[in-house]
C-alpha cells in the first residue's frame, strides 16, 4: 500500500451498534487525525493522535474513541452509534503535528439508521 | 473565538481567471492552507502559506496577508477539471488545524 488507506469505503448501521473505521498509513508518519465532514461545515476535528502512545481531543469527540498502539494504525470506534454520526469520515496524517501538510485518506461514508 | 470565511459557491467560465477569498480569526497563526476536493474525494493539498506574499505553482497561486487576516486562491486558465470544492485551513496556536466550508466552484463551458 502507499499513503493512507480506510475502511470500510462505506457502511450501514443500526442505532446503538459499536463501530470501528480502520485507518493505517505506511508513511511512517508521527501524527495522525480523524475529522468528520458533513454538508455545509468545515472538515471537525474528532481526535488525533501526534505520535505513536498518545492521543488528544479534537473540536466534536463526543461517542468516539480512538487509539495509536502503533505508528502506521488509528482506529477509530463508535462506542453506541446514534444517528447524528451520520458523516463522511476521513482520516489524515502529517509527518510532524507542526505546520506539517495533512495527507488524506479516502474516507468512510457512514450511515446510522 | 476562532472563524474562518469562504463563499459558499462561485461560477466561472473555462479559460478564465478566478479569485477564491479566505478571511480568519484566529488565536495564533502557524501557516495557512489551501486544499481541493473532488465531489466524493478526499481532499489533497494545493499550497502553503506561512509569510506574506505570493507563492506561485503552475497555474495555481496563493496569497497571504497576516494583519488582514486574508488570503486568497487564484486560478488561471480554467480547466473543467477545476470544478471542486476549495478548502481554507489556518493552523492555530496549538498547531491544529482549523477549516473553512470551503468553496465550491462551478465551471462553465
Known amino acids: 500500500i502507499a499513503g493512507i488507506t480506510q475502511a470500510p469505503t462505506s457502511q450501514i448501521l443500526a442505532a446503538g451498534r459499536r463501530m470501528t473505521l480502520r485507518c493505517t498509513q505506511d508513511m511512517r508518519h508521527n501524527a495522525m487525525y480523524w475529522y468528520r465532514q458533513d454538508l455545509g461545515l468545515g472538515l471537525r476535528l474528532i481526535h488525533y493522535s501526534n505520535t505513536a502512545g498518545t492521543t488528544g481531543k479534537g473540536e466534536v469527540p463526543d461517542g468516539y474513541s480512538v487509539s495509536r498502539a502503533n505508528t502506521d494504525d488509528f482506529p477509530l470506534t463508535l462506542a453506541s452509534a446514534v444517528p447524528s454520526q451520520t458523516s463522511v469520515y476521513f482520516c489524515a496524517s502529517s509527518g510532524t503535528a507542526e505546520t506539517d501538510t495533512q495527507y488524506f485518506g479516502p474516507g468512510t461514508r457512514l450511515t446510522v439508521l | 473565538g476562532q472563524n474562518i470565511d469562504q463563499p459558499t459557491e462561485m461560477t466561472a467560465t473555462e479559460g478564465a481567471i478566478v479569485q477564491i477569498n479566505c478571511t480568519y480569526q484566529?488565536?495564533?497563526?502557524?501557516?495557512l492552507f489551501w486544499y481541493q476536493q473532488h465531489a466524493g474525494e478526499a481532499p489533497t493539498f494545493l499550497s502553503y502559506?506561512?509569510l506574506d506574499g505570493l507563492e506561485e505553482k503552475g497555474r495555481f497561486s496563493s496569497f497571504l496577508s497576516r494583519s488582514k487576516g486574508y488570503s486568497y486562491l487564484l486560478l488561471k486558465e480554467l480547466q473543467m477539471k477545476d470544478s471542486a470544492s476549495y478548502l481554507c485551513a489556518v493552523t492555530g496556536s496549538n498547531y491544529q488545524l482549523i477549516w473553512g466550508a470551503g468553496t465550491k466552484l462551478i465551471i462553465k463551458p
Open positions: 484566529t488565536s495564533g497563526f502557524n501557516g
Open positions: 502559506n506561512v
